[in-house]
């Protein structure tokens, strides 16, 4: 790859995992490609894209993008809707760079 590529990797402790992986990649399936088993899940968005996998106990979510700003935008947009979506529970996500 000739541009470099910025990341960041979230982590959620969750029992439902494999839930908010799934209703994640369905919900942005309606309007941008994704791909998603019950353990794994790629959402490939306008800027990059985000790579989920479902551990026991917890979510992982990966970001990657051609710009810093855009890893930033990434991580906002899948936190807001995994938040939304896990209304029942606190969820809390705890980036790092990757």
Do not use: N
């Not at 982590?11 to 439902?16: H, I, K, P, Q, S």
């Not at 942005?28 to 790579?51: C, L, M, T, Y």
């Amino acid at each position: 790859m000739s541009e470099p590529v910025f990341s960041a990797e979230g982590r959620v402790a969750t029992e439902r995992a494999s839930k908010y992986l799934q209703q994640l990649c369905k919900h942005f399936q309606h309007k941008i490609p994704a791909v998603f088993d019950e353990a794994k899940g790629a959402i490939s968005f306008p800027a990059g894209q985000a790579k989920l996998a479902a551990e026991p106990g917890a979510l992982t979510i990966v970001v990657e993008a051609r710009k810093a700003e855009d890893v930033e935008t990434l991580k906002d947009v899948v936190a807001r809707h995994l938040v939304r979506f896990a209304f029942r529970e606190e969820l809390d996500v705890q980036w790092r760079a990757a």
